[in-house]
């Protein structure tokens, strides 16, 4: 019989099923390195087939394709992805200005993993509440900058359910939905005000470095009741589910060629196309439309430098 994955405990898998059943699964030792160079090869948001035994176990023996997936590098073995989700209508990445601050490279690391994998993304601008006039503006710029290269981005104060919900339950309405970003972004809080209730642990910040503890420890989806959202939205009342992950420090070039890296930033590839070589890595080479990009403003040095540091990765066969 087939279910939904919808937890991961390491060691164990929690399936759901069309009757409301959720049973534990394991999977068979010779199925995790089945042509899979993962520390997970079944991972939440994955439909799979499971054999129920006589003695009580349950066997995931099989995956349906996935249309999509997002990974990164697995914290215990370098050269190894970890599968952070798979089957996503739309990947949020959480992040905030201050109390921690998310860092324009990360952002940009984790839009460009989204594209590779063809993972539709938005930002979510958490603790709003906290930032004084002069910080609002910079957010405000950095909104603009995301915003004029064509995702969509809200702001939030998690702590504020009313106005969380109005702003993100009809853009999660009959969405898997995975929700993403460093720890200590309110990631957690912010399901909490979601799902009406305490599901998810929540972590204070470091007051030494400002930075946030890790709560949750693998990946985990619920539910989400979106009812009082308009079915606009929704027409084929598709059920909306919110993954929760990790909060994660980093995304790399995993699996991706030199090559490729500039096509996961849009306005550098859109860009690209005016370079006189066809193969233009935008490091120097002659008559690069790109650098000619950025020396005019057009393309924002921040983006550009993201850029460079992923090409760096893949160069070096570094993870940062």
Same mark, same amino acid.
């Given at each position: 019989m087939q279910g939904l994955v919808v937890k991961s405990t390491g060691s164990s898998y929690h399936v759901s099923f069309r009757n409301g059943d959720v049973i534990e699964c394991h999977v068979k030792g010779n199925f995790r390195i089945k042509g899979i160079r993962s520390t997970n090869p079944v991972a939440v948001g994955d439909y799979v087939d499971v054999e129920r035994q006589t003695d009580g176990t349950n066997w995931i023996t099989d995956i349906e394709e996935r249309k999509n997936y997002i990974i990164r590098r697995s914290t215990n073995l370098s050269k190894q992805s970890h599968i952070l989700a798979a089957n996503i209508d739309l990947a949020a990445l959480i992040v905030t200005l201050r109390h921690p601050e998310t860092s324009l490279t990360f952002i940009d690391r984790f839009l460009a993993t989204a594209e590779a994998y063809s993972v539709p993304a938005c930002l979510i601008f958490n603790k709003v509440d906290l930032l004084t006039d002069e910080e609002l503006c910079e957010l405000e710029k950095v909104r603009q900058l995301y915003e004029s290269i064509g995702y969509q981005t809200i702001d939030t104060n998690a702590k504020d359910r009313e106005a969380t919900q109005r702003k $993100? !339950?009809?853009?999660?309405? #009959?969405?898997?939905? $995975? !929700?993403?970003?460093?720890? #200590?972004?309110?990631?957690?809080?912010?399901?909490?005000?979601?799902?009406?209730?305490?599901?998810?642990?929540t972590g204070a910040i470091s007051s030494v470095h400002d930075k946030g503890m890790h709560t949750t420890t693998f990946s985990e989806m619920y539910p989400l009741d979106v009812s009082e959202t308009e079915s606009v939205n929704n027409p084929s009342n598709s059920p909306s589910w919110i993954i929760d992950t990790p909060?994660?420090?980093?995304?790399g070039s995993l699996d991706m060629q030199k090559e490729e890296i500039s096509h996961y930033f849009k306005e550098i590839f859109l860009t690209s196309h005016n370079c006189r070589f066809g193969?233009?890595?935008?490091?120097?080479?002659?008559?690069?439309?790109?650098?000619k990009a950025v020396e005019n403003g057009n393309i924002a040095p921040?983006?550009?430098?993201?850029?460079?540091?992923m090409l760096g990765d893949a160069e070096e066969s570094k993870y940062r």
């Open positions: $993100l !339950l009809p853009l999660f309405q #009959g969405k898997i939905t $995975l !929700l993403s970003g460093n720890s #200590g972004v309110g990631k957690s809080t912010l399901l909490n005000t979601l799902l009406g209730e305490e599901r998810a642990r909060g994660i420090k980093g995304f193969n233009c890595t935008h490091t120097g080479e002659p008559d690069c439309a790109v650098l921040s983006r550009f430098n993201s850029y460079l540091s």
